[in-house]
């Protein structure tokens, strides 16, 4: 396991800092393609949703709430490429149509 920069001792940090310093841009290319690529892992939700989450989530034998709402944003994600793909199909016109009547709270017979 790493240490942390902060738990080395004053000469291990030097060390460290001198090595960063002598690097070419190139090995930084390299570190990063070789880095894990990933987005920030938290979502900021107010405690009474976690709550109901974490109970809808016990009820559909899931361990962890995060993993059903990851399912359930990926379920989401493909119904709207989905849609997308459909009204890509339509002419503008009656697509403008169709996102005018939804603004307005009207239903589309075609959607």
Known sequence: MKKRFSSLTKAEQEKIEAKYHRMKPEDFDE?????????????????DLITVLQAMAQLEGETHYQAM??????????????????????????LL??????????TSARA
Request: glycine share 4%.
């Open 31 to 47: 570190q990063r393609a070789h880095a894990k690529h990933h987005s920030p892992d938290a979502i900021r939700l107010p405690r």
């Open 69 to 94: 709402v990851t399912k359930w944003i990926k379920e989401r994600l493909q119904q709207e490429a989905r849609l997308a793909r459909k009204y890509a199909k339509l002419p503008l016109p009656e």
């Open 97 to 106: 149509a169709i996102l005018k009547g939804q603004e307005s709270g009207k």
